[in-house]
T-cell receptor, first 111, second 110 residues
Framework: DAGVIQSPRHEVTEMGQEVTLRCKPISGHDYLFWYRQTMMRGLELLIYFNNNVPIDDSGMPEDRFSAKMPNASFSTLKIQPSEPRDSAVYFCASSYHNEQFFGPGTRLTVL | QQQVKQSPQSLIVQKGGISIINCAYENTAFDYFPWYQQFPGKGPALLIA?????SEKKEGRFTISFNKSAKQFSLHIMDSQPGDSATYFCAASTGNQFYFGTGTSLTVIP
């Protein structure tokens, strides 16, 4: 298996623009997680899904953030409108039976 | 509230030495304790994990020591190598709800 796949790997955008991050989890994994990592706040859980259903989105910072999982092999995290403080590395992870595997991350820079 | 507290924030060890990173938790419902290793520009990678029914787990040079009564667990890296230089995260979970420590930046000096 190729592991968790994320795209794009790097994204540079201007404040106010819409940003969409994509994730393909490992086949057969029933949980999917979105995290944000910054130097100041470390690794923060934003939202996670079980069998494509959002379970806990309490970590989503505000209404500008939304996440979807239309099927078992694809998820998106959208930021609209983006702000400079959203600059971070965003990780997607998937798990089965507790073992969580992370993707390579998307480094987002909002100018 | 930080569910998992990790220390130290950074650690410098000589090649061949032992690196020790500590974590503490409060929630006794946690039933899975993984450690992740992260290299710059990469995602965290599962390194080793333990469940509370054992007090120690060893995989190669990496050992987790678990103290259930003290609600503490630690990662020991024996014979530390420069290639071990990375950031290490402990975590604790119940079900699929994971809580991560703040990370330890390990530097192994040749």
């Amino acid at each position: 298996d190729a592991g968790v796949i994320q795209s794009p790997r790097h994204e540079v955008t201007e404040m106010g623009q819409e940003v969409t991050l994509r994730c393909k989890p490992i086949s057969g994994h029933d949980y999917l997680f979105w995290y944000r990592q910054t130097m100041m706040r470390g690794l923060e859980l934003l939202i996670y899904f079980n069998n494509n259903v959002p379970i806990d989105d309490s970590g989503m910072p505000e209404d500008r953030f939304s996440a979807k999982m239309p099927n078992a092999s694809f998820s998106t995290l959208k930021i609209q409108p983006s702000e400079p403080r959203d600059s971070a590395v965003y990780f997607c992870a998937s798990s089965y039976h507790n073992e969580q595997f992370f993707g390579p991350g998307t480094r987002l820079t909002v100018l | 509230q930080q569910q998992v507290k990790q220390s130290p924030q950074s650690l410098i060890v000589q090649k061949g030495g032992i690196s020790i990173i500590n974590c503490a938790y409060e929630n006794t419902a946690f039933d899975y304790f993984p450690w992740y290793q992260q290299f710059p520009g990469k995602g965290p990678a599962l390194l080793i994990a333990i469940r509370p029914d054992v007090s120690e787990k060893k995989e190669g040079r990496f050992t987790i020591s678990f103290n259930k009564s003290a609600k503490q667990f630690s990662l020991h890296i024996m014979d530390s190598q420069p290639g071990d230089s990375a950031t290490y995260f402990c975590a604790a979970s119940t079900g699929n709800q994971f809580y991560f420590g703040t990370g330890t930046s390990l530097t192994v000096i040749p």
